[in-house]
């Protein structure tokens, strides 16, 4: 099984911070990449995706960066809330299945 | 509202026993999955199915079966089998049109030993 590889662990930011998790994959036949967002006792919830043609895309506070040479992809939170604290998940999958291989997950908490 | 109801919210098995996690979408969707998440792991594809009465092993299919006998549904049954049962059960549904579709997810089982 390919792996998607995610880090840190876990983050503490302050309000206002710029929380950056990253995630780099093997699989050089992945070509869509989403990142999700869980709450606890909550499913994962989308929260943006890029594919590999543009080296950043931006949806409100949330940007991912995007390096193909390197394998490997970034979620920036600009201007962090306290209500964005929760688990981030990056995955990958081909164009040619459904199948998404997750990160171990980054455990975000955004203090006041 | 279209979306993926997981049933119930929390189940308890006892030793020997097998249990079934349901799992029904309203959202017109081919593609079904069900995922297994622990502490530090990630989401761990169990089994998927795209299209009814067809079903594909993912990673971790040791003591688990599924069926899929209406596009609606996808219950998972944990069986004896399977000796670490306890974990947060996800279902998550997508289209297969053309192009990538995104998963969308119920809001998860919690499965404990008695």
């Known amino acids: 099984q390919q792996q998607v590889k995610q880090s840190p662990q876990s983050l503490i930011v302050q309000k206002g911070g710029i929380p950056i998790i990253n995630c780099a994959y093997e699989n050089t036949a992945f070509d869509y990449f989403p990142w999700y967002q869980q709450f606890p006792g909550k499913g994962p919830a989308l929260l943006i995706a890029?594919?590999?043609?543009?080296s950043e895309k931006k949806e409100g506070r949330f940007t991912i960066s995007f390096n193909k040479s390197a394998k490997q992809f970034s979620l920036h939170i600009m201007d962090s809330q306290p209500g964005d604290s929760a688990t981030y998940f990056c995955a990958g999958s081909e164009t040619s299945g459904s199948r998404l291989t997750f990160g171990e997950g980054t455990q975000l908490t955004v203090n006041p | 509202d279209g979306g993926i109801t997981q049933s119930p919210k929390y189940l308890f098995r006892k030793e020997g026993q097998n249990v079934t996690l349901s799992c029904e979408q309203n959202?017109?969707?081919?593609?079904m999955y069900w995922y297994r998440q622990d502490p530090g792991q990630g989401l761990r594809l169990i089994y998927y199915?795209?299209?009814?009465?067809?079903?594909q092993k993912g990673d971790i299919a040791e003591g688990y079966s599924v069926s899929r006998e209406k596009k609606e549904s996808f219950p998972l049954t944990v069986t004896s089998a399977q000796k670490n049962p306890t974990a947060f059960y996800l279902c998550?549904?997508?289209?297969?049109?053309?192009?990538?579709?995104?998963?969308?997810f119920g809001d998860g089982t919690r499965l404990s030993i008695l």
């Open positions: 959202l017109n969707h081919d593609a």
């Open positions: 199915s795209q299209i009814v009465n067809d079903f």
């Open positions: 998550a549904s997508s289209s297969l049109r053309q192009g990538n579709q995104p998963q969308h």
């Open positions: 890029i594919r590999p043609d543009v």
